[in-house]
């Protein structure tokens, strides 16, 4: 199992609750795919994309159950970014938690 990371806002993970699938975030939409992290780059990009921000979701899934819509495409620093060139289904969410903001910075404690 190869576990990948999304970061959603309340909002947009409420929506992905009621709605059953989501084509991601503004930022998402205007790139054309839904990004994701891996546990080495989800604490970047919560700084770069989310700084200061609270009530934030960590949502987990396996990448190995996304098919070929999920593309390892070049990124931050030449690191490699899942993408998702299509909705996101809830289903495949494997567990969601809080990612609280303590001290002005996401604690991802134990969550990676």
């Not at 919560?46 to 989310?50: D, L, T, V």
């Given at each position: 199992m190869?576990?990948?990371y999304k970061i959603f806002r309340a909002g947009e993970w409420q929506a992905l609750e009621r709605?059953?699938?989501t084509t991601g975030a503004p930022v998402d939409l205007a790139d054309g795919y839904i990004h994701f992290s891996t546990a080495e780059t989800a604490p970047g990009t919560?700084?770069?994309?989310?700084a200061g921000e609270d009530?934030?979701?960590?949502?987990?899934?396996?990448a190995d159950?996304?098919?070929?819509?999920?593309?390892?495409?070049p990124s931050r620093g030449g690191a490699?970014?899942?993408h998702l060139y299509?909705?996101?289904r809830r289903e495949e969410v494997l567990w969601a938690k809080p990612l609280p903001l303590r001290g002005g910075a996401h604690d991802?404690?134990?969550l990676l």
């Open positions: 190869t576990l990948i709605d059953g699938e919560a700084e770069k994309h989310f009530g934030l979701i960590l949502a987990a899934l396996d159950t996304l098919g070929d819509a999920l593309k390892w495409e490699l970014f899942p299509r909705p996101l991802f404690g134990d």
